[in-house]
């Protein structure tokens, strides 16, 4: 019998996590048959999180780690509430992608490494065109933070018909394209998904005007790593940073180390205290919808796959 109170984190709990269960009213235990909630906190441990709900069928909600549910793909198959983290990280992640823009605009890459005093060169992103991919709560933070900038901004979501409070214009994942050969900046904050997998290639990447630059503060396989690297070098796009790749970790001796137009920072738009703070806030929200004394935050949709 299920002893709604109890909840398992697992393989890693911290003094962070305990407290926000407890503080809610939830009791942190082991996982047993009389335990309906886990906490799961190791993005990479797939088949970990798989087998914890093959020796326990009972389990009625698992809370997963990050904001992007595509590794626990199979899993999500399973008929249990899962709720992700998203939303959680958005303002450090947010900040990461606009410090990426300004420090690409301004040719940051070039000049860390200048010997000597080169042209005078900057891009603002003062009434600049952005496009934003994705329309989750970091794309809600980026044009909060891009509004003092008077930017124009076009949001480009799976949701095409639903418009994004704050954005210039919505429009449909099919018509990025279109908005690409005007955009300045390009910026990837969408999930993960069989649509955005790769949907950054050599084709898309011509669309592009040679003066624009691209982040991507999302997944890495959303970009097709030699295609980006191979329209930098082409004198395709000015720029790009990215807080993700594919692969990763990005190994050493990676011709991207050697893109002189490539800010690469090792996925640290949410370091590992950042997501310990931001995820406790999390779990106090769902423990109490868990408990009865609460709505559900990130509960994730299986057929969407975030």
């Known amino acids: 019998m299920i002893d709604q109170q109890l909840i398992a984190v697992e393989p890693r709990s911290n003094a962070l996590y ?4 407890t503080a809610v009213g939830g009791k942190v235990a082991p996982l047993s048959s009389s335990v309906g909630a886990l906490i799961w906190t190791d993005y990479y441990d797939v088949r970990g999180l798989e087998r914890a709900i093959e020796l326990n069928p009972q389990l009625q909600w698992v809370q997963l780690p990050f904001a992007g549910v595509d590794a626990f793909e199979s899993v999500l198959q399973h008929p249990i509430r899962f709720t992700s983290a998203k939303g959680s990280y958005r303002e450090p992640v947010a900040e990461h992608a606009l410090m990426l823009c300004m420090a690409l605009g301004r040719k940051l890459p070039e000049r860390i490494r200048a010997t000597s005093w080169g042209e005078k060169f900057a891009v603002s992103l003062y009434d600049a065109n952005v496009v934003i991919v994705g329309a989750g709560g970091i794309t809600d933070e980026l044009l909060g933070l891009l509004k003092p900038f008077r930017s124009k901004v ?3 979501r799976n949701q095409g018909a639903v418009a994004v409070p704050g954005a210039d214009q919505t ?3 099919e018509q990025l394209a279109t908005v ?4 300045q900046f390009v910026i990837l904050a969408c999930a993960l998904t069989p649509k955005t997998r790769g949907l950054v290639n050599s084709e898309l990447l011509a669309k592009f005007d040679p003066a624009a630059y691209l982040v991507n503060i999302a997944r890495g396989p959303i970009v097709v790593t030699e295609d980006l690297l191979d329209a930098l070098a082409g004198g395709k796009l000015a720029g790009a ?7 990763e970790p990005l190994p050493e001796g990676h011709p991207a180390w050697d893109e002189p137009r490539l800010i690469v920072t090792p996925h640290t738009a949410d370091t590992p205290q ?3 703070d931001k995820f406790s806030i999390r779990l106090r929200e769902n423990v109490c919808a868990y408990l009865g004394s609460g709505e559900w935050v990130g509960l994730v949709d299986p057929k969407l796959g975030y």
């Open 180 to 183: 690409l050969p005007t955009a």
């Open 274 to 276: 950042i997501v310990a």
């Open 241 to 247: 940073g990215i807080d993700v790749t594919d692969p």
């Open 154 to 156: 076009t949001v480009v």
């Open 171 to 173: 429009l449909g994942l």
């Open 18 to 21: 305990e407290a926000a269960i």
